[in-house]
């Protein structure tokens, strides 16, 4: 089942988000999900659902399935491990002017604030997809832009 669950990030910090992912059939016997051969992907889109940023667990092929052709990703932003954590790490520089998040801001950065959506997916190791994560990320708008 897919949580809802929303995040405000201010603008040049670095962006950490932890997730515990426990798997069962009642409360009383959730057990931390082993996720060693498991791979994560989370997309960011703006109010538009234009494509902004893909965070992933492994290097990908081609991140953009909208744009023709291949976009490679090496990076690795997204951590899995056997005991069910998920730790997800996004670069302040991302919400800086000239970067995915901080041109959203305007050319001046004369906007407050940014909202976009989310959502996380994790692949197990069946190669069976699940959506665990879904809600906005409100990136606000800082004095310091620290880069």
């Known amino acids: 089942m897919t949580k809802m669950y929303d995040f ?5 910090e670095d ?13 009383d016997t959730l057990e931390p999900a082993n996720m060693n051969d498991w791979t994560a992907r989370m997309d960011i ?10 965070l992933n667990s492994s290097p990908t092929v ?25 730790l997800i790490q996004v670069p302040g ?17 004369e906007k407050k604030k940014v909202v976009l959506d989310y959502d996380l997916f994790v ?8 959506q665990l994560l879904k809600g906005k990320i409100v990136v ?7 880069p």
């Open 15 to 27: 962006l950490t988000i932890n997730v515990l992912y426990e798997r069962g059939d009642t409360e």
């Open 45 to 54: 889109r703006d109010k538009d659902r234009n494509f902004i940023l893909t």
């Open 93 to 109: 520089n991302t919400t800086m002017p000239n970067h995915p998040v901080g041109d959203l801001f305007g050319p001046n950065q």
């Open 123 to 130: 692949k197990d190791g069946g190669n069976v997809k699940h």
């Open 62 to 86: 081609d991140y953009d399935q909208e744009t023709p052709g291949d976009q490679p990703d090496t990076n690795v932003e997204i951590y899995l491990d056997a005991y069910g954590h998920i």
């Open 140 to 146: 606000t708008r800082s004095a310091t832009l620290w």
């Open 8 to 12: 405000v990030w201010p603008q040049s």
